[in-house]
């Protein structure tokens, strides 16, 4: 499946989601509304990856390092925005 394809299907289940997150009222409509914050937020963490991953084939440890350093810092940036709505 190419990247392409993942990020339509990514973003119609956040779409999906989000919409029954709104309709749903309780604990479910919030673990719908976390489920649409998390795949909006793999989106770009699985662009940075797949460079990585190009970057450490290529044998270029510098940029493949620097794309690791910034897939952290957004995973911990989706979780917290994820857990403290």
Not at 59 to 76: E, T
């Amino acid at each position: 499946m190419t990247l392409a394809r993942w990020n339509s299907t990514a973003i119609v289940l956040a779409c999906l989601a989000a919409i029954v997150g709104v309709v749903v009222r309780g604990d479910i409509g919030i673990a719908f509304d976390v489920a649409a914050l998390l795949l909006l937020g793999t989106l770009p963490m699985l662009r940075v990856v797949v460079l990585a991953v190009s970057w450490a084939r290529a044998g270029d440890r510098r940029y493949a390092f620097a794309a690791s350093a910034v897939l952290a810092v957004m995973m911990i940036g989706t979780v917290f925005v994820s857990v403290w709505r």
